[in-house]
């Protein structure tokens, strides 16, 4: 892992310490607990999207799985919240196995129907399943994850806990990226077939790669059910998969970073523009919030048409030029 990295995630660990001092408010501290699962979800599909090159617009399925295995097991079987964690993730891994093996053999547009129709489907057993999931009425009273005898039952200690497994997941990524896989996942995105010419068995990363995203966003669904103590079909619909594609392609597809800060601005925009429609109510300007998806969809045309890398390539391009440009004009100054 490169040295950035390291003062990255020191970063990162210093901001989560600071923000529960800085706000008092509960409930934005409950958004910044969504906006941690978000994260943890974006980063397993960049890591699937941006370096293995391969589209999936049904992760919402695999967030959904691991809710619902949290919520079952520990409602209706009684197990500890951490042994249903790690039974959905280990659920979403075998699934991601029976829908990898065959949808990763196609390419472009046709794995991005195949993945969605997945999600579809997964989204109807959730609503069609009553007698499992509990239908469009969920499953209520899911039990608070404890850690060390400590029940994880404010927003504050809860925001601790995801921030930190965001943190662990965020160094997993960034070593598998600096590694030997890491290198082969990004032959495979360059050419598949140059990968597998050099003796890259592309077949098998992909599995891997798909199985590891898919245990990410599982975590993060187990983490939601934890944390909000109910569950229904709703959040887990084909459109928050395409909204987590979208905070990938916000931040930047090839960058885990970028896909940690396009998860980060598009989860607070929501809350952003609830205060901007109260805003403009109070002037007398009517604005409805079905206006976000309006929004969302500019914000991710404006990015692709203009900064196609995402914003933190778009960054880093606009400092080097700007670097570059301050040290034309020394030059001509001095000569």
Not at 53 to 61: F, K, P, T, V, W
Not at 270 to 280: G, I, R
Not at 305 to 318: A, Q, T
């Given at each position: ?17 600071l923000i529960p001092r800085l706000i008092e ?311």
């Amino acid at each position: 892992m490169a040295q950035r990295d390291y003062f990255g995630l020191i970063i990162v660990a210093v901001i989560v310490t600071l923000i529960p001092r800085l706000i008092e408010n509960e409930y934005y501290i409950g958004i910044l607990v969504f906006t941690a699962l978000n994260c943890l979800t974006c980063m397993g599909l960049c890591l699937l999207m941006g370096y293995a090159g391969q589209i999936s617009l049904g992760h919402s399925a695999f967030y959904g799985i691991g809710a619902y295995a949290t919520g079952i097991l520990t409602v209706t079987l009684a197990w500890s919240p951490w042994i249903a964690l790690g039974a959905g993730a280990c659920f979403a891994a075998l699934v991601a196995v029976v829908v990898g093996v065959p949808s990763l053999r196609l390419k472009g547009h046709y794995l991005a129907m195949a993945t969605l129709g997945f999600g579809a489907i997964v989204h109807i057993v959730f609503v069609a399943a009553v007698d499992l999931t509990g239908g469009p009425n969920g499953i209520a009273r899911i039990p608070h994850l404890d850690l060390f005898g400590i029940e994880l039952s404010t927003d504050k200690s809860f925001f601790y806990f995801s921030w930190a497994v965001v943190i662990l997941g965020l160094f997993f990524a960034l070593n598998l990226i600096h590694s030997r896989v890491g290198r082969g996942l990004r032959a495979i995105h360059g050419s598949q077939d140059a990968a597998g010419s050099l003796g890259v068995n592309t077949a098998r990363y992909k599995i891997q790669i798909f199985i590891l995203s898919a245990v990410y966003a599982s975590v993060a669904g187990s983490l939601y059910a934890s944390f909000v103590n109910y569950i229904d079909p709703g959040p887990f619909d084909v459109m928050h998969s395409v909204l987590l594609v979208t905070m990938v392609a916000v931040g930047g597809m090839h960058n885990i970073w970028g896909a940690l800060i396009g998860a980060v601005l598009l989860s607070i925009l929501p809350e952003f523009l609830s205060e901007l429609s109260d805003y403009f109510g109070g002037v007398g300007i009517s604005y409805n919030p079905d206006y976000d998806m309006l929004i969302y969809g500019g914000i991710l045309l404006a990015i692709m048409l203009f900064l196609p890398g995402g914003l933190v390539e778009g960054i880093r391009n606009f400092l080097r030029f700007s670097f570059n440009a301050v040290a034309k004009i020394k030059r001509r100054a001095f000569s």
